[in-house]
């Protein structure tokens, strides 16, 4: 998270950290007791280390009293994601176990009607993700508000030219205020009106250049993947 602040520790009891082999990889928000929503991408730069998902954390590295790592039982990409595209970059992560709901864990709700949110929105997203251009990684979660921009002037030749689909949305970057997710802030919730209303891609995979909007995949149109998937697993 560019630009961005510490939040009160534990305000946002989805936030999720998909580790591998013990080291911070991407964002994910906890939607049900035992289901993790992130991002497809956050996978392409694996080595099939071990996977595990870190609940009630502010810190990555201090003690803390509802914090619990839980072991990964699946990984379900959408079938539609690529490393060659940013189409239909979502990831579901089951459980090894339900997690224990509390204070500091608990589940976002999903944005379910398909209707855009009006340029000019603020919403927040959060992460463990960069916070310099140079790769600069937090210990602790950083979240940031984010000004929606609307996918016509998002897909403007000197922004995404037309990369963005209407299962996409973008947040804008103003010139001096350089707030923008970045890289290990992939997975993570675009929370609007208090509900996910998208998640963050890697877009263009630079950060905090007013010329690359913020790229997210919007959650409406994936509701009923997310809900067969959830019903069919075990
Ligand atoms: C480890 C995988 C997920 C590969 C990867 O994501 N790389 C990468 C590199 C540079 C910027 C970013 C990135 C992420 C989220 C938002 C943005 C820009 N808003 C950039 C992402």
Request: net charge negative; aromatic share 4%; charged share 20%.
């Amino acid at each position: 998270i560019l630009g961005g602040r510490e939040p009160q520790p534990h305000t946002m009891p989805y936030m999720a950290s998909l580790q591998e082999d013990g080291k911070h990889i991407c964002g994910g928000f906890l939607i049900t007791a035992e289901w993790v929503l992130s991002a497809a991408h956050c996978l392409e730069d694996t080595i099939n280390g071990t996977f595990q998902v870190l609940l009630g954390a502010h810190s990555l590295t201090a003690h803390e009293p509802h914090k619990r790592l839980y072991g990964v039982r699946r990984l379900i990409p959408h079938p539609g994601s690529s490393t060659e595209t940013n189409a239909d970059d979502l990831l579901l992560i089951q459980l090894a176990e339900p997690a224990l709901l509390g204070t500091d864990v608990g589940t976002l709700a999903l944005q379910e009607e398909d209707q855009e949110v009006p340029a000019g929105t603020l919403c927040t997203a959060a992460g463990w993700g960069f916070t310099t251009n140079t790769g600069k990684r937090p210990d602790k979660l950083q979240s940031v508000e984010l000004s929606i921009m609307s996918r016509a002037t998002c897909n403007r030749r000197i922004h995404h030219d037309g990369e963005v689909t209407e299962n996409m949305m973008c947040t804008e970057i103003k010139k001096d205020s350089r707030k923008d997710t970045c890289k290990g802030d992939s997975g993570g919730p675009l929370v609007c009106h208090g509900v996910a209303a998208g998640v963050v891609a890697a877009g263009s995979r630079v950060c905090g250049n007013w010329k690359k909007p913020g790229i997210y995949t919007r959650i409406p149109p994936y509701i009923e993947w997310i809900r067969a998937v959830m019903a069919s697993a075990n």
